[in-house]
């Protein structure tokens, strides 16, 4: 039996395995397909990082140049020092989806919309239609929280949910504190109910680990030669030491600007903890039997154009 939800296309992986650009030559050459019913393609991002204005070098956060035209939605949306939640995000990718799908066009199916990233919670809270508990901001929790550090509250998160604990970010302050504060609300982290509101192809890029390991390395050397520490200069001067500014490409420089370590070893702590996180990135994905992995562009080409015949 048909389905007559929208289709929506994913592209995930580990990060710096080459998701941006797969997207943008996808969408290029899709855009120049003879398929019936198909009028082009528009990406969404789902990246925890990218969406938050200033922070440019460090999420690798692509460019106008290399858009290539392909009109990208999701970037640059909110400040540094606003929280943001799970929750949030889901809401507006929901929003500009359904844009992208209402544009007018002369076909029945229009533009289709691609979700781009490598944060698990922004893409499996839109693939699965993840309904969100109510609950409201426990603020005196977050501010007792917030003067803990990132293994403090791991060992909190622990003790009140282990069965988190074992799939969180630990680098990621902010999702810790949001884990406590729903694991103290709820008396664990609840069950999510699902509701998919569309009819989704997830297809992932899969590198060995050595090439995954040169990826990053030679990523991270172009951050630093264009100029991520004064980025994180200027982030530190206008907001201080915030939680998102504790995570991985940020978080290294602060024993650099205390005088207590060298750029070259802050430029291999990076390396190692986006290794690190790149691993527990495919940990996520690995459980998920419905992703189709590929090695090569012609791979993906094969598999969207059979899904949207």
């Given at each position: 039996?048909?389905?007559?939800k929208?289709?929506?296309?994913?592209?995930?992986?580990?990060?710096?395995?080459?998701?941006?650009?797969?997207?943008?030559?996808?969408?290029?050459?899709?855009?120049?397909?003879?398929?019936?019913?198909?009028?082009?393609?528009?990406?969404v991002?789902?990246?925890?990082?990218?969406?938050?204005?200033?922070m440019?070098?460090g999420?690798?956060?692509?460019?106008?140049k290399?858009m290539e035209?392909i009109?990208?939605?999701?970037?640059?949306v909110?400040?540094?020092?606003?929280?943001?939640?799970?929750?949030?995000?889901?809401?507006?990718v929901?929003?500009?989806?359904?844009?992208?799908?209402?544009?007018?066009t002369?076909?029945?199916?229009?533009?289709i919309?691609?979700?781009?990233?490598?944060s698990?919670f922004?893409?499996?809270?839109?693939?699965?239609?993840?309904?969100?508990?109510?609950?409201?901001p426990?603020?005196?929790?977050?501010?007792?929280?917030?003067k803990?550090?990132?293994?403090?509250?791991?060992l909190?998160?622990?003790?009140?949910?282990?069965?988190?604990?074992?799939?969180?970010?630990?680098?990621?302050?902010?999702?810790?504190?949001?884990?406590i504060?729903?694991?103290?609300?709820f008396?664990?982290?609840?069950?999510?109910?699902?509701?998919?509101?569309f009819?989704?192809?997830?297809?992932?890029i899969k590198?060995?680990?050595?090439?995954?390991?040169?990826?990053?390395?030679?990523r991270?050397?172009?951050?630093?030669?264009?100029?991520?520490?004064k980025e994180?200069?200027?982030?530190?001067?206008k907001?201080?030491?915030?939680?998102?500014?504790q995570?991985?490409?940020?978080?290294e420089?602060?024993?650099?600007?205390?005088?207590?370590?060298?750029?070259k070893?802050?430029?291999?702590?990076?390396?190692?903890?986006?290794?690190?996180?790149?691993?527990?990135?495919?940990?996520?994905?690995?459980?998920?039997?419905?992703?189709?992995?590929?090695?090569?562009?012609?791979?993906a080409?094969?598999?969207i154009e059979?899904?949207?015949?």
């Open positions: 039996m048909m389905s007559n929208a289709k929506l296309i994913v592209i995930l992986g580990p990060t710096a395995s080459g998701k941006t650009e797969l997207a943008v030559k996808l969408a290029k050459k899709l855009a120049l397909s003879k398929i019936e019913g198909f009028n082009g393609v528009e990406i991002s789902a990246d925890s990082r990218q969406i938050y204005k200033e440019n070098i999420t690798g956060k692509i460019t106008k290399e035209g009109p990208h939605y999701l970037l640059d909110v400040s540094p020092k606003r929280h943001f939640s799970v929750s949030q995000y889901q809401k507006l929901y929003k500009n989806i359904s844009k992208i799908l209402k544009k007018p002369v076909h029945t199916q229009g533009k919309p691609f979700l781009v990233g490598g698990p922004y893409i499996y809270s839109v693939v699965e239609g993840w309904l969100f508990p109510k609950m409201k426990d603020w005196k929790l977050r501010k007792e929280l917030e803990k550090s990132k293994e403090e509250l791991f909190i998160l622990k003790k009140v949910d282990r069965e988190r604990a074992k799939t969180i970010e630990k680098e990621n302050k902010r999702r810790l504190i949001r884990a504060e729903i694991a103290k609300t008396g664990r982290i609840p069950k999510l109910k699902k509701k998919p509101q009819l989704s192809l997830l297809i992932g590198k060995r680990r050595e090439e995954l390991k040169k990826r990053i390395s030679k991270v050397n172009k951050m630093i030669e264009l100029g991520l520490e994180v200069g200027k982030l530190v001067k907001y201080g030491w915030i939680p998102l500014l995570t991985i490409g940020y978080g420089w602060l024993p650099y600007f205390e005088g207590r370590v060298n750029k070893e802050v430029e291999e702590k990076i390396k190692k903890n986006t290794f690190q996180f790149a691993k527990r990135q495919m940990t996520w994905f690995k459980r998920d039997k419905r992703i189709k992995w590929i090695k090569n562009y012609r791979e080409e094969i598999l059979n899904f949207i015949k």
